[in-house]
T-cell receptor, first 106, second 115 residues
Framework: GIQVEQSPPDLILQEGANSTLRCNFSDSVNNLQWFHQNPWGQLINLFYIPSGTKQNGRLSATTVATERYSLLYISSSQTTDSGVYFCAPRDYKLSFGAGTTVTVRA | NAGVTQTPKFQVLKTGQSMTLQCAQDMNHEYMSWYRQDPGMGLRLIHYSVGAGITDQGEVPNGYNVSRSTTEDFPLRLLSAAPSQTSVYFC??????????????FGPGTRLTVL
């Protein structure tokens, strides 16, 4: 299966700060999603982004499929951004790494 | 649309008991799957289905059975619960499978504890 490595494993931010999360994956894929798992455990779709760049409010993501990585940008972070962020490239299944745990402090 | 629903939300079992976790979706998705999430880890695939009557094993299928008699429902059965099956279980669905270009949607999860 596809191996996924996310960095950093933990991130502590002051409210209003910007940050970049990175996802490296081992094989070529044409399907990749980013998820946010909130403190209540719910998995929320952030982006479907097999390649290129997308933006949604304060979040944006870029995938460079040829170099097998994806980046998630959080700008002007808020306490509601806290939780675990997973990237998940997909062949017949989503392959999850261990995620990046983000804590945003007021 | 309700999206992907799962019941129950919480369950406590004793070792050796059996139970069924329910999953339903109302989006007419062909592809459905079950994942488990252990503390501090990402999700791992248990079983998946590419359509009614078709199921296959994922990464960690031992101790679990599935069936897919309708497009809407994809129940997960624990045959004889073990403490190693203590986990949070997520059901997901999407239009298609494999290298297709669509988004998977997840249910709210079932938190299972086996004593």
């Amino acid at each position: 299966g596809i191996q996924v490595e996310q960095s950093p494993p933990d991130l502590i931010l002051q409210e209003g700060a910007n940050s970049t999360l990175r996802c490296n994956f081992s094989d070529s894929v044409n399907n990749l999603q980013w998820f946010h798992q909130n403190p209540w455990g719910q998995l929320i779709n952030l982006f479907y982004i097999p390649s290129g760049t997308k933006q949604n409010g304060r979040l944006s993501a870029t995938t460079v499929a040829t170099e097998r990585y994806s980046l998630l940008y959080i700008s002007s972070s808020q306490t509601t951004d806290s939780g675990v962020y997973f990237c998940a490239p997909r062949d017949y299944k989503l392959s999850f790494g261990a995620g990046t745990t983000v804590t945003v402090r007021a | 649309n309700a999206g992907v629903t799962q019941t129950p939300k919480f369950q406590v079992l004793k070792t050796g008991q059996s139970m069924t976790l329910q999953c339903a979706q109302d989006m007419n998705h062909e592809y459905m799957s079950w994942y488990r999430q252990d503390p501090g880890m990402g999700l791992r695939l248990i079983h998946y289905s590419v359509g009614a009557g078709i199921t296959d094993q994922g990464e960690v299928p031992n101790g679990y059975n599935v069936s897919r008699s309708t497009t809407e429902d994809f129940p997960l059965r624990l045959l004889s619960a073990a403490p190693s099956q203590t986990s949070v279980y997520f059901c997901a669905s999407s239009w298609t499978s494999g290298t297709s270009t669509d988004t998977q949607y997840f249910g709210p999860g079932t938190r299972l504890t086996v004593l």
